[in-house]
């Protein structure tokens, strides 16, 4: 039995997709998100603490069933800078013929002294599947997902995990 957080993630995604009696697919995306809209709250207690609530965009490219989709995120990022943060929000994911899918997020955001002193920080966490719509609508799966800065305010949004198409 995994002992670990995602390791426990990966199980259960396995288990759903062999107790429907179908295959799960394997899903390796990433995709650079770049902002569209942000709407940010500065903690004034000199914290650093701020809440920034966005809406980025980009296309997904990897292996699966959503590579080449067009991805949106409606995030919400808790971040105190030099602790810890705790991002979660829903993916939009639309196919080239339209259909969608819904992901939920969920990621914990830590920050890592590093040798020279500066601090690194790590981002991982899971999603899942929630809904769809044409051929993604019965869709399930689960996985991991990763966040690493790609510029000043892009993201580059790493996915892994399972897919089990719904049965016809």
């Known amino acids: 039995m995994p002992s670990s957080f995602f390791g426990r993630i990966a199980l259960a995604a396995t288990l759903v ?5 179908a295959v799960a697919e394997p899903l ?3 995709a650079t998100m770049t902002p569209k809209e942000q709407i940010r709250l500065d903690f004034k207690d000199g914290s650093g603490h701020y809440v920034l609530m966005v809406r980025r965009e980009g296309t997904a490219g990897g292996l699966g069933l959503f590579d080449k989709a067009h991805l949106v995120e409606y995030g919400r990022h808790d971040i105190v800078p030099g602790v810890a943060g705790d991002p979660s929000g829903y993916l939009v994911v639309t196919a080239d013929d339209g259909a969608i899918a819904y992901l939920k ?3 914990r955001s830590i920050f890592l002294p590093t040798p020279d002193g500066s601090v690194l920080l790590d981002d991982n966490g899971f999603w899942e599947v929630v809904s769809g719509t044409g051929k993604f ?11 690493k800065s790609a510029g000043s305010s892009d993201r580059l949004f790493t996915f892994n995990g399972d897919l089990v198409p719904a049965r016809p």
Do not use: F
């Open 28 to 30: 390796r995306i990433s």
């Open 105 to 107: 997020w969920t990621v």
């Open 17 to 21: 997709a062999s107790s429907i009696g």
């Open 137 to 147: 609508r019965g869709l399930k799966g689960a996985g991991t997902m990763h966040i």
